[in-house]
């Protein structure tokens, strides 16, 4: 519990905010705390976020949001924090597919089943096809690295933020099985009832019919099929996900043994 305590952070403005640290590599090394975070995105930021981000000492900031979202919600950096930032676009079918049902629920009903379908399309799609972002990901994790702390985002900070952090683990040569736990984290992160009620009723108001709470899960939580969708599409396609690290991601064993020097301990 101390340990859950450590990783999941309560920070006002800043959702599914975590520290990576404390998951253990094949080699018995450990993830270093307090030196690589993941959340969701910080256009809430306020002056007391900011402070907490400059006595954690994160100093350069990844944002895998598209420019239609950065638009949506714009960061404004506090004046006692302004990290190192760098946009890293990463796309998917889920991402954009939501933006639509936000119109269509207006003359259509809830597509419930299809909602949940075109996230496991996305995690299926988004290691194939942001092989790009995913590599400036990690170069931006070795090249940029200032003996700071890092943290990457999306908005949820928990599907494109996900599928990144689970290839970092690999990277780092941590097991599936604490791999998963660190995605699945998400749902202890976030709280599930309230936030799926919440955006349950903000559609219900715009489709001026009422929605269910337990019909918008996959947009405020996480499920084992979502990341296993990505990791199966990565080993059908690449043959292994040290392949794909390699071959698609610029990542050979020296490479790998350079991130790990910066991140194990």
């Not at 007391?48 to 638009?71: H, N, W």
């Not at 590599?135 to 994790?141: D, E, I, S, V």
Request: hydrophobic residues 40%.
């Amino acid at each position: 519990m101390m340990t859950l305590k450590r990783r999941i952070l309560s920070l006002t403005g800043v959702k599914n905010f975590r520290d990576m640290g404390g998951y253990t590599s094949a080699d018995g090394r450990t993830m270093r705390w307090g030196h690589i975070f993941r959340s969701g995105h910080l256009s809430d930021l306020t002056d007391e976020c900011g402070i907490e981000m400059l006595a954690r000492d994160i100093e350069t900031v990844i944002d895998f949001r598209s420019d239609r979202e950065k638009e949506r919600h714009t960061v404004h950096w506090p004046k006692c924090w302004i990290p190192d930032y760098h946009s890293i676009s990463i796309g998917g079918n889920a991402a954009a597919w939501v933006q639509e049902l936000y119109d269509r629920i207006a003359v259509t009903d809830f597509p419930a089943q299809e909602l949940r379908e075109q996230f496991l399309l996305a995690f299926r799609t988004i290691p194939l096809e942001n092989t790009d972002g995913l590599k400036g990901f990690f170069n931006r994790l070795i090249d940029d690295h200032k003996g700071n702390a890092m943290l990457f985002h999306c908005t949820a900070g928990k599907d494109r933020t996900g599928i990144a952090a689970a290839l970092l683990m690999h990277a780092l040569d941590v097991n599936d099985e604490q791999i998963m736990h660190d995605f699945m984290l998400t749902n202890k992160a976030v709280d599930l009832d309230e936030s799926s009620e919440k955006v349950a009723q903000w559609l219900s108001n715009k489709a001026k019919r009422t929605i269910q709470a337990t019909d918008v899960l996959p947009l405020v939580g996480v499920e084992p099929a979502f990341l296993e969708a990505s990791f199966t599409t990565i080993k059908n396609t690449y043959g292994t996900i040290d392949a794909y690290l390699e071959e698609a991601l610029d990542m050979p064993a020296k490479r790998r043994e350079t991130l790990k020097n910066l991140f194990l301990a």
